[in-house]
Every structure is written in structure tokens, then in C-alpha cells.
């Protein structure tokens, strides 16, 4: 994956991983799952910084938002 880090925001415009989890929904309590591997994505995101993201409940048909924040990590390691 090839992409520039400017001042904190990935220069991707859909930018997905695989990642899946589920969030419980506030209205009804089920859970809500949020998938960001094929459908879902992050539009241009800023590392260290909260975003709001939009999450759809099935159960009762509600629209609510969750915050997550994208950190990224480096590791240098020996090369032999």
C-alpha cells in the first residue's frame, strides 16, 4: 500500500483494513457491527485524532456514531 502522511491525515481516500467489530447500539442494546475490509472505510483520516464514524443498527433500524481514533506504529527492526 502506497500512501503520504501530511500533517497528521493519510492522503487515502478510501482507506480500508481489516478490521471488524461490533458496537453495542444505544437505542435498543443489540449489537451493531462495523466492518472496514470491504464496504466500509475511513475517507481521508487523520492519525491521532478522534473521528466520528457512522454505524447502522439492524435491530431497530436507528443511525448512531461511534468515535475511534487511528494510530499508526513503526517498528525499525535489525536487518541481517
Partial sequence: MN???NTGMLDIKRFRFPL???CMCPKCKSGASVGFEMVDYLSYPELGKN???PVYCEECDDHF???IKLELHIEV???K
Fill in 3 to 5: 500512501f503520504k502522511v
Fill in 20 to 22: 471488524t467489530f461490533t
Fill in 51 to 53: 473521528i466520528e464514524y
Fill in 65 to 67: 456514531e461511534i468515535n
Fill in 77 to 79: 527492526t535489525d536487518s
